[in-house]
């Protein structure tokens, strides 16, 4: 089965402090990786898409094949960065774009 | 331009009862996607429309789900005898319909089946 997990259902940090939220997915072969965001009261957006190769606010995210990884990081957190992160995959049989979406990280950070 | 729409934002429903949830997408989209958002569940794919056509059903949990789009565009989500298992944010998106490309995501409906 295709998944995506996220291992950590609350990551707390302080305010400055680095920030790794963990994703794994299974199936090597050639992912389509997204990260998307929602903070509180809004929709889902999307954050970053590995194919980017960007750094959005500050974050990035490493494709790694040989571990099925793709981890967000940012070096200094930020109190405005506290939200629900969502990594997702696209589906192994490219059915149109559908999305496989882990469990969701919940990031507090504290002043 | 507009964003995704979803109505209502929150429906309160007896257990039996069936429910209808309505998407608009965005203009000139032709891909659109229903997922669910529970607790402990995350996020779950239900279904997938390419225009009027709905190629992938797998996350349909039941035979009590339906979907339908007509005119390429509104979609509507339906949940015939509602049971409480049912209640969750039900989310709508659409998008360009490539691999790899953004979906934008609409406000989602709260369901909450009593």
């Known amino acids: 089965a295709q998944r995506v997990t996220q291992p950590e259902k609350l990551l707390s940090v302080f305010k400055g402090a680095p920030v790794e939220l963990k994703c794994n997915y299974s199936y090597s072969g050639s992912p389509e990786l997204f990260w998307y965001v929602q903070y509180s009261r809004q929709r889902l957006q999307l954050l970053l898409r590995h194919i980017s190769r960007e750094s959005i606010k500050g974050f990035t995210a490493d494709l790694n094949k040989g571990e099925t990884s793709f981890h967000l990081k940012k070096p200094f957190a930020q109190e405005e960065d506290s939200a629900m992160y969502y990594c997702?995959?696209?589906?192994?049989?490219?059915?149109?774009?559908?999305?496989?979406f882990g469990q969701g990280t919940e990031l507090s950070v504290k002043p | 331009g507009a964003g995704v729409s979803q109505s209502p934002s929150n429906k309160v429903t007896e257990k039996g009862k069936d429910v209808e949830l309505r998407c608009d997408p965005i203009?000139?989209?032709?891909?659109l996607y229903w997922y669910r958002q529970s607790l402990g569940q995350g996020l779950e794919f239900l279904i997938y429309f390419q225009g009027n056509s709905a190629p992938d059903k797998s996350g349909l949990p039941s035979d009590r789900f339906s979907a339908e789009r007509t005119g390429g565009s509104v979609s509507t989500l339906t949940i015939q005898r509602t049971q409480q298992e049912d209640s969750a944010v039900y989310l709508c998106a659409s998008s360009t319909g490539y691999s790899g490309y953004e979906q934008y995501f609409g406000p989602g409906t709260r369901l909450t089946v009593t």
């Open positions: 997702a995959r696209g589906s192994i049989y490219n059915q149109g774009g559908k999305l496989i």
């Open positions: 203009s000139g989209h032709t891909a």
